[in-house]
Nanobody
Framework: QVQLVESGGGWVQAGGSLRLSCAAS????????MGWFRQAPGKEREFVAA????????SYADSVKGRFTISRDNAKNTLYLQMNSLKPEDTAVYTC??????????????WGQGTQVTVSS
């Protein structure tokens, strides 16, 4: 089991940038596939991005491709999501997750509590 704590959320104007971090506990972080998901008010949770254990494999939702970048630092047990050119429709609670399968589905084993991102127009 991995404990996950997100940070870096906040308020930003449209066109701005934020970088989210997800700190993981435990010594096995480097063996996990990691993902970012988000849930906007009144909407279902959706996949944002995923990265494999080495960082060489990445996947993005079409809605964020070219604007968001997922990365990880295994030495620091930390996952990141760099978000550029933010839009009001990116407003959501962003949650990181850890699992054993590289997937865009919700099949992850451990989830953080989430961090709020609000983008104003």
């Amino acid at each position: 089991q991995v404990q996950l704590v997100e940070s870096g959320g906040g308020w930003v104007q449209a066109g701005g940038s934020l970088r989210l971090s997800c700190a993981a506990s435990g010594r096995t972080f480097s063996t996990y596939v990691m993902g970012w998901f988000r849930q906007a008010p009144g909407k279902e949770r959706e996949f944002v991005a995923a990265i494999n254990w080495s960082g060489a494999g990445r996947s993005y939702a079409d809605s964020v491709k070219g604007r968001f970048t997922i990365s990880r630092d295994n030495a620091k047990n930390t996952l990141y999501l760099q978000m550029n050119s933010l839009k009001p429709e990116d407003t959501a609670v962003y949650t990181c997750a850890a699992g054993r399968q590289f997937t865009t589905s919700f099949a992850y084993d451990d989830w953080g509590q989430g961090t709020q991102v609000t983008v104003s127009s």
